[in-house]
Nanobody
Framework: QVQLVESGGGLVQPGGSLRLSCAASGSIFRFNVMAWYRQATDKRRDLVAALTSGGSTNYADSVKGRFTISRDNANNAVYLQMNSLKPEDTAVYYC????????WGQGTLVTVSS
């Protein structure tokens, strides 16, 4: 079974940028949707951005214009470029792959604080 591993999280000041990566242990070509979710402390896990195999994207209203999702099928990777970060973006970010089933990574923590 394909496994997903996120990286790139860390501490960043408000207004800063981070790029999250999701590396898959196998081909992501068969997954119809690759997505990023986030979960803040004591909050539910919410969709941040999704990208279909056909190239359609969907973003949470709170990140539109600041975050960009992309996928690299050749390298079995998905990325989330996050710009103009705000304290409310602080959360654990999870990579998700959807096809016949749904796979999750272990998450990477993003902390936006001065």
């Amino acid at each position: 079974q394909v496994q997903l591993v996120e990286s790139g999280g860390g501490l960043v000041q408000p207004g800063g940028s981070l790029r999250l990566s999701c590396a898959a242990s196998g081909s992501i070509f068969r997954f119809n949707v690759m997505a990023w979710y986030r979960q803040a402390t004591d909050k539910r896990r919410d969709l941040v951005a999704a990208l279909t195999s056909g190239g359609s994207t969907n973003y949470a209203d709170s990140v539109k214009g600041r975050f960009t999702i992309s996928r690299d099928n050749a390298n079995n990777a998905v990325y989330l470029q996050m710009n103009s970060l705000k304290p409310e973006d602080t959360a654990v970010y999870y990579c998700n792959a959807r096809g016949s089933g749904s796979l999750w990574g272990q998450g990477t923590l993003v902390t936006v604080s001065s």
